[in-house]
């Protein structure tokens, strides 16, 4: 496979954690699209428990909200790599976020696939999806709200999941792409 690389971008709006940037595309014309100065990687952790049930979030985002969208999403733990801890690992990430935002501890991690990109015409960005197998459902932390972006956690038995997720759209919920790429790999 022939790999086309573009090295000619340019920023049009800069922010901490987020630029808007063109490049020329293979035709010539410029092509937008939005990039992570910070991060080097992302992370989607499925947390799967006592090997029957994943721990979803409830998040409110302000782009789904500002656009008449969906007032909730559907995720899984997920996070940035390198963004606020520099020289950090993949697997440091996916313990820390795994951390913060549902406050448990796996007991093991597997690493599931690495270079997902949930939309690559748009978004630079790209994700690591990995399973954090925990064997007793116990918080080791608090877990963060992340600024108020996420509302609630809720276990689900693995064998419900499809229904789950389809009840939950039907109430007008977003599914966050990269969880259910992530949920791929449950094979239900």
């Known amino acids: 496979m022939k790999v086309y690389i573009m090295v000619n971008s340019k920023i049009l709006y800069d922010t ?32 799967i428990i006592e090997n029957s049930k994943i721990l979803f979030i409830v998040e409110e985002r302000p782009p789904l909200i500002a656009e008449n969208i969906a007032v909730h999403s559907i995720a899984v733990p ?26 448990l501890m796996a007991d093991r991690i597997e690493i599931k696939t690495r270079r997902a990109a949930s939309s690559p015409g748009c978004v630079s960005e790209t994700f690591t999806i990995a399973y954090a197998y925990i064997n007793e459902y116990k918080i080791a932390a608090e877990p963060i709200s992340d600024g108020g972006i996420i509302v609630d956690r809720i276990l689900v038995d693995i064998k419900n999941i499809p229904q789950w997720l389809k009840e939950q759209e039907q109430k007008g919920a977003a599914l966050a792409s990269q969880t259910l790429a992530a949920l791929f790999y449950l094979n239900i």
């Open 16 to 47: 901490k954690y987020l630029q808007l940037k063109s490049t020329p595309s293979k035709s010539g014309s410029e092509w937008v699209y939005a990039h992570r100065p910070n991060a080097k990687d992302g992370v989607v952790i499925v947390p």
């Open 78 to 103: 997920a996070g940035l790599v390198g963004d606020e801890r520099e020289g950090e690992s993949i697997e440091d990430a996916i313990r820390a976020e795994l951390l913060e935002e549902a406050g």
